[in-house]
C-alpha cells in the first residue's frame, strides 16, 4: 500500500522470491512501471528484474482480497487517508506493517483503522528511484519489526528475498534509533546535495550533530535509551560527525559507504514540491523535548526552513545553514 521506493523495493523483493504481491498506487509510480516493469537493485551486485505482465497494479485496494500481511509504505503525512482506504477493502484482523519512518504511523492507522492489526517496522536503508521503475538499495543494513505471529511466518519469505528482518518485542528504540539518523535528512534536503556529497563536509555534519545532541538530551529526560542502527552507538554519533573531514573520512567508512547518486527521500519531496516528513522527525523530536520539560530549537528552526521551502527554493552551503539555525 504506497507502490513509491519503498513498497516497490520490499514488494518487489518478496514477488521475486515467490510470493504474490499486489501493488497499490498512484498512476506517477504505476504507468512506469505498465511500461517498464520493476527492476531492483543493490550495492552488493543485485540485479532483478520483474516484466509489467508479472506486477498486480492498482489504484486502489482489490476487492474481495484477503492479503496475510499489508506492507505500509506511503509518506507519514498520507497515513490516515491509506489507512482508511484499507479498513474499508480488508478483513478484520489483517496485519499491517509500516515501513515509514518516524514512530506514530502504526498508532496513526490503528486510530482510523482499529479493525486491522498494525505493526510497526523500521527499513534501515536508503532506496532511490533511478529511472522509471528502477529502485536502488544504495546502503546497507537489516529490517526490524515489532515482533507479532503474523511476522514470524513470513520471515523466511523476507529472508529468501534477501530482506532479512530482525523482530523486537519493543521496536520504539529502533525507531528512535532511525530517527537519530533521519534528522540528516533536513540537512541534505537543504543542501541540495547527494548524501555522501553532503556528508563530506563538516558544516553539513555539525548541523546534523547537533539536531542529534537535541534528541539525544530529549530522549535521555524521557527515559529512552534509542538502539543501535548505524556503525557507531547512538550517542557516539555527534562526536563522530563533528571530526575534521580527513578524520572523519577514515574512522566513517562505513557510514559513507553510500553511492554517490544516492539522495535522502526528503530533498525528493523538496524538489517536486510535495509536502515533507520533516514533521514527524525534527516534530516528533520536538514534542519529546516539550513532553519532558525541555526545547529543542534547532530541530523546530530547521523545520521550520524546510517547511518554508518552497517559498525560497535555493539550496543552503553549510555555514549559511549553520548561521540560519544560530549555530556557531
Ligand atoms: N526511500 C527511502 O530510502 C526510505 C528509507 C527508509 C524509510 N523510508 C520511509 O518509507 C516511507 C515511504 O517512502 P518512499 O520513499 O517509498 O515514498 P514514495 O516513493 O513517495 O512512495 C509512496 C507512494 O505512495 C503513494 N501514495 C500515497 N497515498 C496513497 C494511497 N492512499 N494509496 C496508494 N498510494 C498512495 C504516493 O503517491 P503520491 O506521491 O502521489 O502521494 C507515492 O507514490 C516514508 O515514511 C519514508 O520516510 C523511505
Not at 103 to 116: D, F, H
Not at 210 to 222: F, G, I, K, P, V
Request: aromatic fraction near 4%; include cysteine; charge should be positive.
Amino acid at each position: 500500500m504506497g507502490a513509491g521506493s519503498v513498497g516497490g523495493y520490499v514488494g518487489g523483493g518478496l514477488q521475486a522470491a515467490g510470493a504474490e504481491v499486489h501493488f497499490v498506487g498512484r498512476p506517477r509510480m504505476l504507468d512506469a512501471w505498465r511500461a517498464h516493469g520493476l527492476r531492483l537493485t543493490d550495492q552488493d551486485g543485485r540485479d532483478e528484474r520483474l516484466p509489467p505482465v508479472a506486477l498486480h497494479l492498482s489504484a486502489t485496494v482489490p476487492a474481495g482480497i484477503a492479503p496475510s500481511l499489508v506492507l505500509l509504505a506511503v509518506k507519514c503525512g498520507a497515513t490516515r487517508e491509506a489507512a482508511a482506504a484499507l479498513a474499508t477493502a480488508l478483513p478484520a484482523g489483517t496485519p499491517v506493517l509500516s515501513l515509514q519512518n518516524g514512530l506514530g504511523n502504526a498508532e496513526a492507522g490503528r486510530a482510523v483503522a482499529p479493525a486491522l492489526r498494525w505493526l510497526a517496522g523500521m527499513v534501515p536503508y536508503n532506496i532511490a528511484e533511478l529511472g522509471p521503475g528502477h529502485l536502488h538499495r544504495g546502503t546497507g543494513g537489516k529490517l526490524a519489526a515489532q515482533d507479532d505471529p503474523a511476522l514470524r511466518a513470513w520471515l523466511p519469505v523476507f529472508d529468501a528475498a534477501r530482506l532479512p528482518m530482525r523482530l523486537y518485542a519493543d521496536l520504539k528504540p529502533v525507531q528512535w534509533g532511525k530517527l537519530l539518523l533521519n534528522l540528516n535528512n533536513p540537512v541534505n534536503a537543504l543542501s541540495g546535495l547527494p548524501l555522501r556529497a553532503e556528508l563530506m563536509q563538516r558544516g553539513y555534519r555539525q548541523v546534523f550533530a547537533a539536531l542529534q545532541r537535541e534528541a539525544l538530551t530529549a530522549l535521555a529526560a524521557a527515559g529512552i535509551e534509542p538502539a543501535q542502527v548505524a556503525a557507531a552507538a547512538p550517542r557516539k554519533l555527534p562526536t563522530l560527525l563533528s571530526l575534521p573531514d580527513w578524520l572523519f573520512r577514515r574512522v566513517a567508512a562505513r557510514m559513507l559507504r553510500i553511492d554517490p547518486e544516492a539522495r535522502s527521500s526528503m530533498a525528493d519531496d523538496l524538489a517536486l514540491g510535495r509536502t515533507t516528513e520533516v514533521d514527524a522527525l525534527c516534530g516528533e523530536v520536538v514534542r519529546l523535548a516539550q513532553a519532558n520539560g525541555l526545547a529543542a530549537p534547532l530541530n523546530q528552526r530547521i523545520q521550520a526552513l524546510v517547511e518554508a521551502w518552497p517559498g525560497q527554493p535555493a539550496p543552503l552551503a553549510a555555514p549559511e545553514l549553520k548561521s540560519r539555525l544560530g549555530l556557531r
